[in-house]
């Protein structure tokens, strides 16, 4: 429950929650469609820096979860990126290993480059990524959802899937916290019989948590639409031509550095 607890309040209570949903999606949007199309590692670098000082400094999120909160992603990508550099292969050839006589392996210039690419990508994106999680609270998204005519029942399934993620998440926290008081982790045996047990007490739940939420919406005379008031401030053109600015110079920048090799 710790992400989506702190990701929730640090959403809630941020210091740019009344800026408008729209310049922030703008901003962190069009900072990961930079990032994807940068011919190096230089923007993507820039980006991540940008939007980790507008979090931390701006949107005042507490500098030791913001940087807890990437540790995830960055192992992620550092798995991805090494086996990016093993096995890409290239004409220039830095180090070279075969791997029980069947797997070749070898890191050359072009894979090094290639997965440096890759990770600052990455990284870049998370950034943004984190920027519009933790600035921007669900409920504003789905009413910026509902405002641009995406369909009812996608943002209707998204809001009831986004519930149930977490609620099944405290609840396999629950069990499995009691089963290592209990040590049913203990050996190996009893380690596979204890997650039997945890992912069918999941099942179970999840059947009867869908089933109480459907009573109580037929309940409250559900007719296939969530009725949601969306307010938030209107769009600040002084913030919102900043951040078109911003996202114009990182355009430029990218069409100078086109041909600088990553």
């Known amino acids: 429950m710790f992400v989506h607890d702190f990701l929730e309040e640090a959403a809630q209570k941020n210091a740019l929650l009344m800026i408008s949903p729209y310049t922030k999606l703008v901003l962190g ?4 469609i930079l990032v994807l199309f940068s011919p190096n590692f230089i923007v993507p670098l820039i980006l991540a820096g940008t939007m980790s000082f507008i979090t ?11 940087l807890r909160l990437l540790s ?6 550092l798995l991805s990126v090494l086996v990016i550099i093993l096995l ?3 004409n220039e050839v830095l180090w070279s290993y075969t791997l029980f ?3 070749p392996l ?27 999680s933790l600035t921007t609270p669900m409920t504003d998204l789905f009413g910026v959802m509902r405002r641009v005519k995406i369909p009812d029942l996608f943002i209707d399934l998204s809001m009831i899937i986004y519930r149930f993620i977490f609620i099944f ?13 209990r040590l049913g982790y203990s050996k190996p045996a009893e380690a596979i019989r204890s997650y039997s047990m945890l992912f069918g007490s999941i099942f179970i739940t999840s059947w009867d948590a869908g089933e109480h939420y459907i009573r109580a919406m037929d309940c409250r005379c559900y007719n296939g639409r969530f009725a949601k008031l969306t307010t938030y401030n209107p769009v600040e053109w002084r913030t919102m031509t ?3 600015v911003y996202l114009t110079g990182i355009l430029i920048l990218i069409l100078i550095t086109a041909d600088i090799h990553p």
């Open 169 to 181: 998440m405290g609840k396999a926290h629950q069990v499995h916290h009691a089963q290592q008081m």
């Open 101 to 103: 006589s069947l797997l």
């Open 72 to 77: 995830i992603p960055f192992g992620f990508a």
């Open 29 to 32: 949007l069009g900072s990961i």
């Open 88 to 90: 890409s292969g290239g």
């Open 56 to 66: 931390i400094f701006y949107a005042k999120i507490n500098p030791f979860f913001y």
């Open 106 to 132: 070898s890191v050359t210039m072009e894979s090094l480059e290639k997965g440096m690419l890759v990770f600052f990508r990455v990284f870049g994106g998370m950034c943004a990524l984190y920027f519009i």
């Open 242 to 244: 900043g951040v078109i």
